[in-house]
């Protein structure tokens, strides 16, 4: 045995733990705290420093079951900025629509909050840390390897230069859009329905939207993508664009103009923010390459969040389909390790459950930037409450309510028949999508650049 109560073959430290975590975001810092709370002696790894920076700063209401069994809500009520709903531009007197989050019609919270994700993220791992999980930062997982069914090898390399072993009999992967594993054992495969990257900045003085609608996410299509204002604490607006990769491939250098001159192509945005101030003289980049992963899980591992699967991040689902994932993940991982013959049937339900809301988004999302999803959002009707099902959907309340999901359904139906209608302009968005999930980035597999 060593010092550190690790035994040590050659002269390496070896710890043994029963559950390691790579990643200290949304999460895997879940995932950590639940099998902490079961008792499992749990590893926690980081390769950053909290606070560190990260995008993603809208949450859902469905997020807040989620808190609440976690036992954060107050802690996330205390960091957020309200949500009651998002809007979307429209042909009315005032410009937008809001779809409020109290008229959706299952079972979801009536509003959300808005985060700054360094502040939220550290409050999380920090929640790790309370619930007994041995949660560790600057300690980037190096190298894994699987040896048995429930024996797997972690190589850490700390940032203060020191490296080590971990022995885990279950590994769960939350490394974000580093997919360590999925990457490693070759299961990674890029979406071929729907590319883009983003451009982005946080600005100070940008218009607010009016009275109770001040807290809204606001989302804008243009030509080019889409683009979002996400109200932050201390007076701060998130403002970016996301783009098609063709859009994006225009940009020479990494230059704040560049922000700038696209924000400038949504009239209606860019009056709200022509004179805010760019906080900082900041702006970020990064490919939002939409991916998934053949396989969520195996015998002694599993995928969660990002690092089994990104979607474009449209309708702020990111956060929650990490933790709601991670909260299945947790669940999983504890039957797993006391009844091992049930794991492969626990891991194939997680992963048709998962794929089956990413699968509910990813229509909205592949579709927004066409004329018939536009028209669709820009006059919404409520016919068989269909607008009501898309707000349920924007909540994140695509799991389990069944008369939400039949009326994804039936608004499926008249999405379809929408299209017939007006059937060249349809194919010809149709075609163009699909040529541009195919295009390729030039240079930069980073996931984040700061220009
Ligand atoms: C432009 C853009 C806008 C977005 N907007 C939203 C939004 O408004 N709302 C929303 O919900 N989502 C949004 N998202 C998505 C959101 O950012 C992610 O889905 C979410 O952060 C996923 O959480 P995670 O825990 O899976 O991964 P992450 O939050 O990325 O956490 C992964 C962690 O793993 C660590 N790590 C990686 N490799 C290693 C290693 N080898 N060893 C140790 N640690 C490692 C990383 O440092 C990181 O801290 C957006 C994404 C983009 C790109």
């Given at each position: 045995m060593t010092a550190s109560g690790g035994v040590s073959m050659t002269d390496q430290t070896v710890e043994q733990c029963d559950v390691a975590v790579i990643g200290g975001g949304p999460g895997g810092s879940t995932a950590a705290a639940l099998l902490a709370r079961r008792g499992y002696k749990v590893i926690a790894l980081e390769k950053a420093h909290h606070p560190r920076f990260h995008i993603g700063e809208s949450l859902l209401p469905m997020n807040l079951p989620v808190f609440e069994r976690l036992g954060v809500l107050d802690k996330v009520r205390a960091l957020g900025v309200f949500k009651p709903g998002a809007d979307f531009e429209a042909d009315n007197e005032r410009g937008y629509n809001t779809y409020a989050f109290a008229r959706a019609i299952g079972q979801s919270p009536p509003h959300a909050y808005q985060v700054w994700r360094q502040d939220f993220d550290q409050m999380l791992y920090q929640h790790a840390r309370e619930c007994g999980a041995d949660a560790r930062e600057g300690h980037e997982v190096v190298r894994v390897e699987q040896r048995g069914l429930r024996e797997t090898w972690l190589d850490v390399k700390t940032d203060d230069g020191r490296s080590y072993g971990i022995e885990a009999r279950y590994l769960v992967d939350a490394s974000g859009r580093d997919a360590l594993l999925s990457t490693k054992n070759k299961l990674r495969r890029k979406n071929d329905q729907h590319q883009s990257a983003a451009i982005f900045g946080h600005f100070r003085g940008a218009e607010y939207r009016p009275g109770e609608d001040a807290g809204n996410i606001s989302i804008y299509s243009f030509e080019h993508g889409w683009m979002w204002m996400i109200p932050l604490p201390d007076g701060v607006m998130s403002v970016g664009a996301v783009c098609r990769p063709d859009y994006l491939k225009?940009?020479?250098?990494?230059?704040v103009e560049f922000l700038l001159d696209t924000l400038k192509l949504s009239p209606a945005l860019w009056r709200r923010v022509e004179q805010a101030e760019l906080v900082g003289n900041e702006v970020r980049v990064t490919g939002n390459y939409s991916y998934d992963s053949t396989q969520m899980g195996g015998p002694g591992w599993v995928l969660v969040g990002d690092a089994f699967a990104f979607l474009d991040p449209v309708f702020s689902s990111g956060v929650y389909l990490a933790m709601s994932g991670a909260e299945q993940a947790a669940a999983v991982v504890d039957q797993s390790l006391r009844e091992p013959k049930r794991e492969p049937g626990l891991l194939r339900r997680l992963e048709k459950r998962q794929r089956a809301g990413m699968a509910r988004f990813s229509f909205f999302i592949y579709r927004f930037n066409g004329p018939v999803m536009q028209q669709m959002f820009r006059q919404p009707r409520n016919t068989w409450q269909l607008e009501q099902g898309v707000i349920s959907m924007l909540a994140g309340d695509l799991f389990d309510t069944p008369k939400v999901l039949w009326r994804l359904q039936l608004f499926k139906l008249v999405y379809a028949i929408c299209g017939l209608r007006d059937w060249r302009r349809w194919r010809a968005e149709h075609k163009y999508r699909l040529a541009q999930a195919r295009a390729q980035f030039a240079g930069g597999n980073t996931p984040l650049d700061k220009a």
């Amino acid at each position: 045995m060593t010092a550190s109560g690790g035994v040590s073959m050659t002269d390496q430290t070896v710890e043994q733990c029963d559950v390691a975590v790579i990643g200290g975001g949304p999460g895997g810092s879940t995932a950590a705290a639940l099998l902490a709370r079961r008792g499992y002696k749990v590893i926690a790894l980081e390769k950053a420093h909290h606070p560190r920076f990260h995008i993603g700063e809208s949450l859902l209401p469905m997020n807040l079951p989620v808190f609440e069994r976690l036992g954060v809500l107050d802690k996330v009520r205390a960091l957020g900025v309200f949500k009651p709903g998002a809007d979307f531009e429209a042909d009315n007197e005032r410009g937008y629509n809001t779809y409020a989050f109290a008229r959706a019609i299952g079972q979801s919270p009536p509003h959300a909050y808005q985060v700054w994700r360094q502040d939220f993220d550290q409050m999380l791992y920090q929640h790790a840390r309370e619930c007994g999980a041995d949660a560790r930062e600057g300690h980037e997982v190096v190298r894994v390897e699987q040896r048995g069914l429930r024996e797997t090898w972690l190589d850490v390399k700390t940032d203060d230069g020191r490296s080590y072993g971990i022995e885990a009999r279950y590994l769960v992967d939350a490394s974000g859009r580093d997919a360590l594993l999925s990457t490693k054992n070759k299961l990674r495969r890029k979406n071929d329905q729907h590319q883009s990257a983003a451009i982005f900045g946080h600005f100070r003085g940008a218009e607010y939207r009016p009275g109770e609608d001040a807290g809204n996410i606001s989302i804008y299509s243009f030509e080019h993508g889409w683009m979002w204002m996400i109200p932050l604490p201390d007076g701060v607006m998130s403002v970016g664009a996301v783009c098609r990769p063709d859009y994006l491939k225009q940009r020479k250098g990494r230059t704040v103009e560049f922000l700038l001159d696209t924000l400038k192509l949504s009239p209606a945005l860019w009056r709200r923010v022509e004179q805010a101030e760019l906080v900082g003289n900041e702006v970020r980049v990064t490919g939002n390459y939409s991916y998934d992963s053949t396989q969520m899980g195996g015998p002694g591992w599993v995928l969660v969040g990002d690092a089994f699967a990104f979607l474009d991040p449209v309708f702020s689902s990111g956060v929650y389909l990490a933790m709601s994932g991670a909260e299945q993940a947790a669940a999983v991982v504890d039957q797993s390790l006391r009844e091992p013959k049930r794991e492969p049937g626990l891991l194939r339900r997680l992963e048709k459950r998962q794929r089956a809301g990413m699968a509910r988004f990813s229509f909205f999302i592949y579709r927004f930037n066409g004329p018939v999803m536009q028209q669709m959002f820009r006059q919404p009707r409520n016919t068989w409450q269909l607008e009501q099902g898309v707000i349920s959907m924007l909540a994140g309340d695509l799991f389990d309510t069944p008369k939400v999901l039949w009326r994804l359904q039936l608004f499926k139906l008249v999405y379809a028949i929408c299209g017939l209608r007006d059937w060249r302009r349809w194919r010809a968005e149709h075609k163009y999508r699909l040529a541009q999930a195919r295009a390729q980035f030039a240079g930069g597999n980073t996931p984040l650049d700061k220009a």
